[in-house]
């Protein structure tokens, strides 16, 4: 039997998730404060200014976009590595799929959405790592639960 750390109020059942969750907490306040210094810097103080559709990119919706897209994605992949942990999952996968994660969901913003255009190589990178990465934990989460199916 493993020897879990304790923590003052019980057991750290999941100390791989909880581990990467204060990067990626650290990352989403970095993106909110793009968001206020472009409204700020704009005097946009509800929605956005987006020319989009005229060929112009505004800052301040694809730093929105930036963080919305952050939103759509980290919450499910915390829960589903975080079940993957409970249920017996190497917490070393866990690791290496949340450091690749933080690691894409950066190349998605800092390297794709934020260059010219809002279209640099880190973008699709980002993209199509995050499903890769997370049909994979689903993947695993599901091994780790197969048992309770049969």
Known sequence: MA????????????????SWAIPFATYYLFLQNRIV???????????DNTNAGQGTH???YIAT????NFNENIPLALIVAALAELNGANRKYINYFLGALLA????HVELGLMRPKAMGPGRIIGYYGTQVGMAGMVGYLFYTVKDYFI
Do not use: E
């Open 3 to 18: 020897s879990f750390p304790t923590s003052r109020i019980g057991l750290n059942l999941t100390p791989a998730t909880a």
């Open 58 to 60: 505004d800052p301040l």
């Open 65 to 68: 976009r930036a963080q919305q």
């Open 37 to 47: 210094y472009h409204r700020l810097t704009t005097k946009t103080y509800m929605g």
């Open 104 to 107: 894409l969901r950066i190349s």
